[in-house]
């Protein structure tokens, strides 16, 4: 390469130093100032290419905002509909609880009154049961009390009987 200070101009100017200076350097053999000068092109060409690229990129990110405005415009008013759709469920709903909370309190009124019912008629029947077993438990003392009259009566009459054999004995 030439040691020039010269940066390679940009657009059709510095594509034309470039392919000057290939040529030149092709004609007089001169491979560094032939490659200088595809060197100069290329880098021309990637300065196009890459101002190409950030326009292409600018219209991308500008049309992106339009769109991007496009779709909060839409979601918000999709937002704005579902929130009043769910205004008009909340009141239908709340509706309905006040209605199904009354029929319940209804319900367990009946259901307390028919508890209480139960409660008092198995009370009386636990008390006849308690009466029942008071009376079965007295019987049983009093055959538990003869039992053992009879026991002691037949130990008395055993050991008469063992005294009669022993001394007859």
Known sequence: MT???????GGLLGKIVGKAKEVGGEIVGNDDLAAEGR???????????????????EVAAEQADVEGALERNQVEAERV?????QDVRDAKLEAEQAA?????EQQL???????????????QEIARAELDALSERSEAEQ???RMEAEATAARTAAEALDDAQETAG
């Open 100 to 104: 199904e909370e009354a029929r319940l």
């Open 3 to 9: 040691e020039t200070n010269d940066k390679p101009g």
């Open 39 to 57: 060197l100069e092109q290329a880098t021309v060409d990637a300065a196009a290419e890459a101002e190409q690229k950030d326009r292409a990129a």
């Open 143 to 145: 055959q538990v009390a």
């Open 109 to 123: 009124d009946h259901r307390e009154a028919a508890v209480e019912q139960q409660a008092a008629r198995e009370k």
């Open 81 to 85: 509909r579902t929130e009043q759709a």
